[in-house]
């Protein structure tokens, strides 16, 4: 359902509101301690059938140390209680663009150059006043909109008023994509900070989701993407000091352009976290469940620890899901089930064409490992050896490609 004006503006208001309370919130915490630019979240939410989300309050990792806590709680419980008290009812609270850009920045929350900034106006010229015709997308965050900025084709994401996000993942997404680039990482164009609203490139062949559903996605493409995708998360997961965790790696957020080519997106729930020197696990700890049902690593979901490892979990799902056409929550069992009885040919998807037998099968296997229950077991998404199987299959399909041509 597209949004009315008067919801539009009451969003505006409600996340104007949020942020004059976030900003504040920065400017105390940033006070007790310089902010670093690309700080950490933590999160908690009410869930939802196949996702779990919760209301997000940025907490910046500079403040796990003890003697912050007690100043960070403080100052969460009260944006927490002003969030439940519904702010966003007195007109005379509401930022300009202007005040919260300058808010922004001086908190070292500027928004990178590259990022264009548009006002409310500007969005609803692109979107022809949020017509539902232009309506391509509904997410937890709020419909997506199709738009055209000064000649070019946009995909702008404006937050849903009264839902379970806000402010806080509009930051985060903001200033974690602005930093990226990356072939297959979708491009942030630009925000609107009176709205949160998020604009994108288009990306017009839609969900890797959808584009599997519709058949017809042949192997070769298939293996393609998924090296793609790989080289996406190698990209994420050694970013230094910081590594990067996507943490809702699904195939509804993995986009398509006119080629087929693949574009991770959606980087509401990405966590950055610094890596210490000769620490194996890159370890948040204190997040509460978010992410998407039969995606999500079940040793996150025990014990509250998000590590690089939960997004080689999620990307084990997406490879069976390519490899099988298959979109059941109990996939992974389903194939474990056929590997385990020599039955591997009875799972792939066959209107991909004809799978390469050996290094699919091996595939598969890996696919399963990432998918372990013991984190130990599940390879490293920056181990070369490890993906020789994909890597394998990678060089057969340009070759087939090759030879059609
Ligand atoms: N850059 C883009 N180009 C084209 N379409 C997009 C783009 N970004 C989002 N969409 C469309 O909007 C839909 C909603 O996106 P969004 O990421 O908000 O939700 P989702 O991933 O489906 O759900 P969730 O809330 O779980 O993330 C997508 O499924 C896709 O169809
Ligand atoms: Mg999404």
């Known amino acids: 359902m597209p949004l009315a004006e008067h919801e539009l503006a009451s969003a505006a208001t409600t996340s104007a509101l949020g942020v004059a309370f976030g900003v504040r919130l920065l400017v105390a915490l940033s006070r007790s301690r310089a902010l670093k630019p690309l700080a950490a979240a933590t999160s908690a939410a009410p869930c939802r059938s196949r996702r779990c989300r919760r209301p997000l309050f940025l907490l910046p990792l500079s403040f796990v140390a003890a003697d912050h806590e007690q100043i960070r709680d403080k100052l969460l419980s009260k ?49 022809r006043r949020l017509s539902s015709k232009n309506l391509i ?32 993942e509009f930051l985060q997404e903001m200033v974690v994509l602005s930093r990226l680039e990356h072939p297959h990482i979708v491009k942030l164009i630009g925000v609107c900070p009176e709205s949160c609203s998020l604009v994108y490139e288009h990306l017009c062949n839609g969900t890797l989701l959808d584009r599997l559903k519709q058949g017809g996605l042949q192997w070769e493409d298939r293996i393609r993407i998924l090296t793609e995708q790989r080289s996406a998360l190698v990209y994420l997961h050694s970013s230094r000091p910081n590594a990067i965790i996507h943490a809702d790696l699904k195939l509804n957020n993995i986009l398509l352009d006119a080629g087929d080519v693949s574009r991770l997106g959606d980087f509401g729930t990405a966590r950055v976290v610094p890596v210490k020197p000769l620490e194996e696990e890159t370890i948040i700890r204190r997040t509460v469940p978010m992410g998407t049902m ?19 979990y999620a990307f084990g799902v997406v490879i069976l899901q390519l490899l099988t056409g298959l979109d059941d ?32 099968g091996q595939l598969l296997k890996l696919a399963l490992r990432c998918c372990s229950w013991e984190r130990k077991r599940r390879p490293a998404i920056t181990s070369k050896t490890k993906w020789r199987s994909l890597h394998t299959l990678r060089a057969m399909s340009t070759s087939a490609n090759k030879t059609q041509k």
Request: some cysteine; hydrophobic content about 35%; glycine content about 12%.
């Open 79 to 127: 944006l927490k209680l002003r969030q439940q008290e519904g702010c966003g009812s007195h007109g005379e609270d509401k930022l300009s663009q202007r005040k919260l850009s300058a808010s922004l920045k001086e908190n070292n929350f500027c928004i990178p150059e590259h990022v264009d900034q548009f006002s409310m106006s500007q969005i609803r010229k692109a979107t």
């Open 137 to 168: 997308g509904q997410g937890g965050y709020g419909p997506v909109y199709k738009g055209n900025l000064g000649g070019m084709p946009v995909a702008i994401k404006i937050l849903k008023p009264r839902g379970s996000q806000g402010f806080p």
């Open 294 to 312: 039969g995606y999500i690593d079940p040793v996150f979901l025990m014990t509250g620890k998000l590590t690089t490892a939960s997004d080689v």
């Open 329 to 360: 929550l109990n996939i992974v069992e389903q194939v474990r089930v056929a590997v385990k009885m020599h039955a591997v040919n009875t799972v792939l998807d066959p209107s991909a064409g004809t799978w390469p037998k050996k290094p699919t």
